[in-house]
């Protein structure tokens, strides 16, 4: 079935060092690649997006890559400040043949950044 | 907008028992989506709808009932609690079409003893 796998599943660096979180999908027919992060006791939000007809996008400190061939895209976070610290969760999506479409969510990377 | 709404908070269920999460969103959204979280697997989707009266199964439906009968509100039932059903449950809720953004509730800690 369709999966989505993400490494590393922890990740310590100091802060204003750069972080790297890569996600491999398994279905090439996935179009639609988000980067959320969660909080402690909240719910994920979404940080950032990439669609398969680009190859990179960025915002600000963060940006995301993707490589269709070889079915991986990765989060890049530069200059990182305590409050990065969170989990993130990479995830793929595809519009299904009956018009729907769903995500299938990594199982998330806890960065900690260290003061 | 209070955005994406869950109820309750906690909830502690013996098993057997049987319970609904309730989900609303006051956005307007089509699509709404029910996962569970639990530690090292990430989020994994339960079920889904893409519109009032519309539900699929995701990658975990087993044990679980949704119904759609509102744009706003997509509650989720467990019939018969179990052990394994204890996890943190999280509504989505986003615009219409693959490419938007999901918006996620609070979340609901759910124990089964």
């Known amino acids: 079935g369709e999966n989505v796998e993400q490494h590393p599943s922890t990740l310590s660096v100091q802060e204003g060092d750069s972080a790297v979180i890569k996600c491999t999908y398994s279905d090439s027919a996935s179009n639609y690649f988000p980067w959320y992060k969660q909080e402690l006791g909240k719910g994920p939000q979404l940080i950032i997006d990439i669609r398969s007809n680009v190859g990179e996008k960025k915002d600000q400190r963060i940006a995301v890559t993707l490589n269709k061939t070889a079915k991986h895209f990765s989060l890049h976070i530069t200059e990182t400040q305590p409050e990065d610290s969170a989990v993130y969760f990479c995830a793929a999506s595809k519009a299904a043949t009956s018009g729907t479409y769903k995500y299938i969510f990594g199982t998330g990377t806890r960065l900690k950044v260290l003061a | 907008n209070a955005g994406v709404t869950q109820t309750p908070k906690f909830q502690v269920l013996k098993t057997g028992q049987s319970m609904t999460l309730q989900c609303a969103q006051d956005m307007n959204h089509e699509y709404m989506s029910w996962y569970r979280q639990d530690p090292g697997m990430g989020l994994r989707l339960i079920h889904y709808?893409?519109?009032?009266?519309?539900?699929d199964q995701g990658e975990v439906p087993n044990g679980y009932n949704v119904s759609r009968s509102t744009t706003e509100d997509f509650p989720l039932r467990l019939l018969s609690a179990a052990p394994s059903q204890t996890s943190v449950y999280f509504c989505?809720?986003?615009?219409?079409?693959?490419?938007?953004?999901?918006?996620f509730g609070p979340g609901t800690r759910l124990t089964v003893l």
């Open positions: 709808s893409v519109g009032a009266g519309i539900t």
């Open positions: 989505a809720s986003s615009a219409g079409g693959a490419y938007n953004e999901q918006f």
